[in-house]
Structures are given as structure tokens and as C-alpha cells.
């Protein structure tokens, strides 16, 4: 009674992400002084970090003299859809190879069509959390990996590819005014998505996303921010998502990397679960409560790196422009 | 790549659950006037509740002159998912038969080997969610059906069959001291569980649950249940369970149906997620802060309806006793 | 050992408003249906509301053809209190007359030198309150009138009035490069403000403020007035003050009238409590998040009425410019 | 205006709580490392805590062979208001002699007409606060001093005095059967109380409170304790008082000595506030919800240091029995 056909890998959610930094210390202040996320191992040159709830590393931390995105992985049901995953790239023609990552000692190394640095693996070591450990949470507690938004430059097409390809189902999607893709939130785990796509030049990555225990956990990290005379980290919000109805707070660590803040969605777990429409310029779709959008939310992102060196090159798609709603 | 047998059917989640109660008025009084809950359909004798993500009915309250549970219903990811249902049942010699709720049209009734009245259906009417109506919650604010929780007298064999059969999966469980499974946490839709079995003369339904937005939200319940004169209605809690970490407050309505309030658990959408194993007599495990457990929480429970009418005869099974902590 | 003289009237804390309003119909549906507020009274043409917490009606809205502030009014210790305000009022050649209001037989209408419209009570009537009413609050649930803010057009001589003449004290300040007073929180029940003053073109009303139980409560404000489709009521916040350390809204009634609501600041009951002193454009004094301020927030304000009708002409004073921190 | 005659001392506030602990290393994991206070001072022997809102130490732990309270002080307006305490003392033949606390030079150790142990100073050295230094809050972040609740033979002629002599006022009170007062909760500063007399042998510390800045605060420390296996260092709730309204915690430190952690009650600064009263067995009175309290609540207390060395003996009154709600 399975939807998946045999050749279809089984994604089953986001799982980390590398990115480089110029600073480790910096970065080590952002997300483990001021964030209070756990370092679950530590090398000359990389931190890898995990919520409370995470049993392995959600975000790997590189120092290089520029800062970007090195790969973002998604974890698969078994090393049979890894098979399948090369079956796949061998049809498209897409860049492929086996890496190695800590604890991750099978790492399949994929560009995808549209240039995003993606990985895909399954076996992985599990550590004890620290759910319940709550003597030793720190800081506001993120809790758990939930979500990657990358800005590209063809939302449709891009969206497509994933669920066509790879299974994603569609959670809600923005349309401009001639019924043009201009978001896309979709989703393999149940939840509103592991990935969210924005229009805009790209492939560029837009943010990465910890899901937070409450609203106040979020109110407290601006505060902690605050506390530590760094309040130019936050970028946007908080506030109140009408896509996903998520409560939300966008930060800006030492590279610029943005990072999300992101709690009290929803479940999709319905095959049949209708996807929500938003007009691009309805105000109540970036925040519920009509605030208005930064436009560094809009224009600025994180670099991605190229399979083979280098960045990939950003493109503008056909659509232009930015919601009305923005200041 | 789907671990998924063409025979076996695809439960999406625990959906809908019928009670009778004895008065519909104080039912409304309880369910609707003080918890919240939204009434999206009302005819005589019947009260169709959900919670404000629900976008279909999930409690369904009928007037008759004892309390029970008439079926408890989980939904399939399509029709062809009730063709294997009833293969199965003819398989297994399960009682079977064809029955129409509102907005319902073509629901499964099924005995379970163990007697717990299960109901399946696919097609339903979707309504508009109430979820960002927020001028329109009223109370505490239900949010979504969580999950079911049956007494059961043998736990390992009930679990064994739902797993087996029905492919859930175990996310925790209790064992005594012999290493018999006292109590068992299963799901289907990447959460703690959608059913949850209890060691006790049964099968009895133990509770049925809500999922709440947060903490603040079910203080609130328990400050508008003192408000209303009523705290007898809270039997345990608020605290923190060991199992599933979640957040929760047993209440009882006017019937003595016991309903919980439930939040901030973990999501279990990892196919090799290492089910959680704990000591029934731990005093963690029931509530992470040691607090001891009302007698009545492990005694009392709610009769089923039977295939054919009647009530279904609760058995005692081989483990006997309750945990240590109680009061 | 008091250090009050035995002419000082002891003022006890800030106590009520009386605005009108244009439309006591749409007043009522901000008010009451989306804040939660309670209507202790209502009559033909106005409504007296309160808070939770609040023993007495603490707003009264009133029907006219155009928005203003009718008074504010204080309580006094006693009846006392109102003859040394009489004998103040002679001494220094204020206008004054004794009024009714509904509850508070002997109020005293005074204009303050700066031609805001005060009044004084001590007699009022006592209600039940709605604390611990918990199944009867609505909406975000206000719970207790906290102060009120007024424009201003010299801070420093309005502020040492009141302090010299009715005894409140300095908690926070603010001064503009040239030392020169801003802004100022005086107060007399030992919170951060019964009062504050903030420079601009006035007297004029600036807001009006209540407590609330919790940041969530605030949240949930948003979240209402979205639902409700109203998220143009919404004109500043949430988010953290700098000055005080609440955590505030601002938002603005159907006729614009500027309503704050206000929780988790701090005590202020030591008499040698040093003022905290703020410079004008630091990022942090007015949202310690470093968020800006809409234009509007400091230049519309509601108008006063005048002491023998009409109203109060707002003049600017010698303090021109607003912070350079505002969208 | 004032109701203080000239002979009458103004105490502001309770202020600071001297304990003695027979292991500075163990309060010092229970105080600072889990619950998260601030220390403000260390030497030899001897932790100088404080909340994050204080400005002073508020909680000295003297590293002693026994467990007990040194004493209990109160913060009065002025150096004249030790003078008009030294003639109150001279007048009823109230032991008392001069002593010194660090930060505070002067000091007034008086022994109560009761035996309890009380101090009185004005000067202070106030420290800037961590209030807004949210990067440095830790744990559950307890914010300020609150109250004190202590255990008394006689409730009412120790209200009697406290009010008559010392200018408290009465907030709540409990009566049995026979309208004799049980427990009383009297204030200075217009909170709900400064000082809790509760019925039992005495006089001994029941407990020593502290602000915090919300019920999700109060529930972490639940979580903390339960995360560092501590969960017997809770004793009773959390839950909502009927009396005080406040959401409430109370937990044992590693000697035993009873702390509560306290938020949300209401302000009682009108001088003709009238006491609430409530009936010692009405349910509602201890926790609105209906819990039932540990019969250790009210059996267990702090003995206190004798004005000459030594223990002061802990006496019964004449009303014995304890509320019927307990467990």
C-alpha cells in the first residue's frame, strides 16, 4: 500500500549541515556560549554540534579563510537507498562521490541539478542525548535539527525535482500575482519541511533551522543576545509565521550564516494533506502579525561550495522583486 | 525501498476516538465550555469536537445511558488500505464490518485479537483548521488528537500484533523486574506513539490525549478547572513524564473518561530509533520529577463496547501490582 | 520616621482613565471581545472595564464625536488627601472641582500645571475580582492597570513637579547629549512607573498601560488581533525595553488611542533606589533587543481634554528630534 | 498624610536570610549550580548569593557544624529608623546588640518578642544588578528576594505585633473552625507578604522565598533537579496557591532548609486593601487546584539560632492538627 516506488530512495529527514566560518572562536561564542549548543566532538579546526534532543551532530563547523556551505545532508532509511541514490545520479548525470564524516563513515556526496551540495547517508553513531539532562542544557536550549531553506533561482523546478525525484511532499507554497512559484515549504518527515525553498539569485543557502523547545526559550535568546551586547545578531522577528504558523526569530552568527529559531507548527502527516496557498504580498504570510520583513532577509545569504572547488555561482531566475512587506 | 509488505496496510495515525457519556450537557460543559474544545458538528444525542489543528472531528460524544468507548479509529493513507484490513481480518478471523460516521463515509469496524474496539477509514471531509482563528480559542486551546492509551492485559502480545501486523513501531517501554513488558509506547506517524499499552485488567481504555501548544497552556487547564470548582477533574499532574518527556495533566471528565494533556515529547522518524527501555518501579519513569502517582490512575479505566453489543469482559492478565510510587 | 510632610497628599498609584471614544461599538470589540477585557458596568453611551487583578473599573470608554482623554486619575490614601490637594490647588492658582463618577463619589477634577486633566478619588467601590476566576477570563487576559505615559513638551519641569509636589520618585531617565531630560518613569506604589513623561509635543496622552500575567499572554495578544484580521492594531513590539525590562506591546484602539501591555519588570521599594539613567540614542534603551521604533510611536498622541472644554493646545518644546533608532 | 507615627520604624522590606549549612560544597551545587543564584561574595566559610534583580546579597550560607538560621533581616528606610528599633527594643525589653554583615556596617540583631531571630540595616553597598545580563543568568534564573514564611506557635499574637509595632498589614489570613487565626500573611513593600506566619512548633524558618520570572522558570527548576537526580529535593507542586494566587515550588536544600520559588501574585498597595480570609480546610486554600500537601510541609522547619548561642526552643501552641488536604 506503499506510495514509493522500488527505484525511489526513502529520505527520511534533514540532518546537518557543514558549514565553514572564519572564526571558530567567534563561532564557538554564537553557538555554544550564547546558544548553549553541545559540543558533541571537537578537532583542530571543527566543532560538531548538536541539539538537546539530537542523538548525533546536526551542525559541523569548519574554519577556512571564507565562509560557506560545504554540503547539507539529508539521512536515508537504509544503505540500500544509498544504491539508490547513486542509481539515481548515474541517470542524471549528476556529480557524485563517497565521503567520510565523523561518525558518518558513508557519506554520499551529491550535486544536485540545480547545484546545491547535498549528502545523503545512513549509518551514523548514535550518542546519548541530552534531553533529559536538563542540569546541563544551556541558553535558550535548541532542541533538534528541523528544517534548511535555500534560496534558488527557480523555486518550481527545484521543488519539482525533489518531490518527483526523491518523495518530498508539498506543505504550503507562495505564488506571486501571475500564479508563479515564489516559495515552496516541502517535507519528507511529517512535519511542515525539512526543506524550504525561496526565490532569489541562488543556489545560495538561506538559513538552517533548530526547532526550540517554546516561545519563551526563543524570547530568552534574544534577551541572552542582549545580555552579550550583541544585538545586531538578530535579524528579523521574533514573531509569528502565517506559513507554518511557527513561532520564529532569525539570527546572524559571526560569518552571517542565518540561522532560524523555530517552534509550534504542525504535523502533515496526511498523504492527502492539502497544500496552503499564499499571494506573495498577503501580509499575513511572512508574519502573521503583518510585521514587516528586513530586506537582508530577501537579498543576503550564505555561499555554496562547488562539487569540485570554488562556489557555485548564483543566479537570478526570471522572477523579480520581494514582497511589498518589507523594510 | 519501503520496509513496507504489499499486504500490509498503511496506518497513518491514531484519529478519531467515540465515547458515549450519560449527559451531553455536562460533557459540553466540560469539553467545550471549559477545555476549549471546538464543536464542528452537533445533532441530537451527538457532539462532534476537535482541537484547533484538527481539520476533522476527533472526538465524537454521544448521549446513552452508560459511559464507554464505542470505537477508537485510526486513519489509512487510502482505500486500498481497508481492502487490506479486511484481508487481514478475514485472515485472522477478525470480526468485521462496515460502518459510516459522519463525515465518514466508509469506516472499518474491527474486533482486535485482544478485543479493543479499532475502527479504520480513509475518506473524510476536511474542514478549515481553526489553528490560526486565534480570536476564536477559547480556553487552554486543544490543539491536536495525540494519541490513545488501552489497558491491556497482556502488553507484550497486544504490542507484538500492532507492530506485526499494523507495522508500529516501539519507541519505549516499561519492563518489571522479571523483564516482562509492563507498558508499551507504539507509533505510526513519527511521534512518541500513537498507542500506547498499559499493563492492567483490561482491554479498558486508559486515556485519550490532546496535544497542547505548551507548559503555559495546560497550567492554564488545571487554573480553569479550580476557576470552574471543579479540580476534582485533575487526578495527576501537571509534571514531566520519564516516558516520552513530555509535559503532561490526566484529567477526568464528567464521566470519568480520563483525558490527558500533552506536549513537547521528541519525534521518532528514524527507522532504527532505539527504543527506550525503563524499570517499572524507576521513579523517573513516570514522572521525571519522582512525583508519586494516584491510585486510581492505574485502576480505573473506561469499558469498551463490544463487537456485538454489550461490554467487553476486562481480564486480568499474568503481571500483577502496580509501580512502587504510588499514593 | 516618614519621610512625607504632613501637607504632601499620598498618592497611591495611578488608578484610572476615562477616553472617549467614537464608536463604543468598535471599542467594545477591541476591548472586550479580542483583549478580554471585563465589563464591570456599562450604561448607555459608556462602558467601565477592568483588568483581572483590578478591584474597581479601571477604563471608562465613553461615546462622543471625537477621541480624547477625558482624566487620569490617582487614588489618595484617604479622604485627607483630597483636602491637601484642594489646599495645593489654591496655593498654586490650579483650576479644580469636585466631579462624580460611577463608584467614586468624590473625585477631584484638577488640572496639573502642565494642563494634563488629573483627578484624585479615595472612595470607591469595591468588586469582587476575577483573579482566581480563571474559567471566566477571555482573550490574552489583562490583569491590572500599570500606568500611563503622557507627551510632554518639558520633561524635566513636569517631573519635578510631581515629584516635589505629590511625592513621586525617579526610577529611569533618559537625557539627550546635552544632559538635557527626555524622558522620565516616576512612581509611587514602588514599580518601575505610575508615570512617565517623554518629550514631544503635548500634554498629549501617550499610553495607556496594563499588566499581564506573562510574555505568552502578550504573544497570544498578536496572535488574536492576526486572527481577528486586525494586525494594523499592532503598532509596536513585542519585544524587551531597555528602560524598565518589560516585556512589552503597543498597540492602538479603533480610535488610536495607544494601549501598552507590560509584564516582568522590577521592584522599586528601597526610598534610596538609585534612577537608572539612560542616554537618548542608545540602541538598547528602548528595545534592548535593539529593535527600532516606528515614527509613529513618538509623534502621535491622543488629545487632552481641556479643563472648561475643548481641548488642550499641545505645545513642542525646546527638545526637537526623536531618536535616531526608528523606522 | 501619613498613617506612620513618628515613633513607628519603616521597615521597607524583608531583605537577606543568614543560614548556616553543615557543607558549603553541597549548597553551593544546589544554590549555584542548579538553581542557578549569583555569588556576590566568597570567603572562608561563608557563599553571599543573590537573584539576578537583587543588588545586594540577599542569602549568606555559613559553613557550621549545624544546620539553622543566624537570622533574618529586614531593610529599614534610614539610619533614624535603627534608632526608633533600639528605643522599640529598649521600651519592651527586646534583646539586641550592634553587629556587622559584609556590605553592611551596621547591622541591628534583635530577638523578637517571640524568639525569632530578626536584624534591621539601611546602609548597603548595592552592586550593579545582573538583571539585564541575560547571558550570565544560569539555571532556572531566580530573580529576587520575595518573602519569608515562618512557623509560630501563635499566630496571632506574632501578626499582632509585627502589625502594631512594625506597621505590616495584613494581605491573607486562615482561620479554623473556631475563627482562630492559623496562618497570616502580612507585608511591608505591597506585595502580597514580606513575612508568612504559618501555625506549628515554632518559632522555626518554614521557608525562604524567591521571585522568578514565570511558571516556565518554576518548571525548569523541576526539570533541572530531576536532570541532575535530585528529584527528592522537591517537596511540594509546582501549583497555584489560593492563597497569594502565585504559582509556586517548594524544594529542600542539601541541609534540609526549605526554599520556595514564587511568581505571579497581585499587588496590595491600596492601605484599605481587605485581607482575604479562608477556612484552614477549604481545599482550595493551600493549592487551587485541590492537591494535597506533604505532611512534611507541615512538620518540617529550620531551627533557629538563640539571641545568646544555641537553638531557640520550638514550642506548640494551643491549636494543634494540621489541614485536612494532606498526604
Known amino acids: 500500500m506503499t506510495d514509493l516506488s522500488p527505484i525511489r530512495p526513502n529520505v527520511i529527514r534533514i540532518a546537518h549541515a557543514v558549514l565553514t566560518v572564519k572564526s571558530l572562536e567567534a563561532s564557538r561564542e554564537f553557538y555554544v556560549d550564547l546558544l548553549g549548543m ?8 571543527a566543532l560538531y554540534l548538536r541539539g538537546v534532543e539530537d542523538r548525533e551532530w546536526t ?4 574554519q577556512e579563510s571564507s565562509a560557506r556551505v560545504r554540503h547539507l545532508a539529508y539521512r536515508v532509511g537504509g544503505e540500500a537507498d544509498l544504491d539508490a541514490l547513486v542509481a539515481l545520479a548515474e541517470q542524471e548525470g549528476l556529480p557524485y562521490r563517497w565521503e567520510e564524516e565523523l ?8 550535486q544536485d541539478p540545480f547545484g546545491i551540495p ?17 542540569h546541563l542544557h ?8 528541523d528544517h ?6 527557480d523555486v518550481e523546478r527545484t521543488m519539482r525535482w525533489y518531490m518527483d525525484t526523491l518523495g518530498f511532499r508539498l506543505s504550503e507554497y507562495t505564488v506571486d500575482e501571475q500564479e508563479r512559484y515564489w516559495a515552496a515549504w516541502i517535507q519528507r518527515r511529517g512535519g511542515v519541511h525539512d526543506l524550504a525553498l525561496t526565490n532569489g539569485p541562488g543556489p545560495r543557502l538561506h538559513h538552517w533551522a533548530y526547532w526550540m523547545p517554546d516561545i519563551t526559550a526563543i524570547i530568552r535568546t534574544c534577551d541572552i543576545l542582549a545580555g552579550a551586547r550583541q544585538p545586531e545578531r538578530i535579524e528579523r522577528g521574533p514573531g509569528r509565521h502565517g506559513v507554518s504558523n ?3 526569530l532569525y539570527i546572524r552568527d559571526p560569518d552571517g550564516h542565518r540561522i532560524e529559531l523555530y517552534t509550534s507548527d504542525y504535523i502533515t502527516v496526511d498523504p492527502d494533506f492539502e497544500p496552503i496557498r499564499w499571494l506573495r504580498d498577503d501580509p499575513r504570510r511572512q ?3 503583518g510585521a514587516k520583513t528586513p530586506r537582508s532577509w530577501f537579498e543576503e545569504a550564505s555561499d555554496l561550495e562547488a562539487f569540485d572547488g570554488g562556489v557555485v555561482t548564483a543566479e537570478a531566475g526570471d522572477l523579480t522583486g520581494i514582497p511589498v512587506h518589507v523594510i
Open 138 to 145: 544551556r541558553g535558550p536550549g535548541l532542541q533538534r535539527v
Open 118 to 134: 547535498v549528502a545523503f547517508y545512513h549509518q551514523s553513531v548514535k550518542h546519548p542525548w541530552m534531553l533529559q539532562e536538563y
Open 38 to 45: 553541545h559540543v558533541l566532538h571537537e578537532e583542530a579546526g
Open 59 to 62: 551542525l559541523k563547523l569548519v
Open 103 to 110: 561518525d558518518r563513515p558513508r557519506l554520499l556526496r551529491l
Open 287 to 289: 508574519t502573521l502579525w
Open 148 to 153: 534548511v531553506n535555500v534560496m534558488v533561482p
Open 246 to 248: 511557527a513561532f520564529f
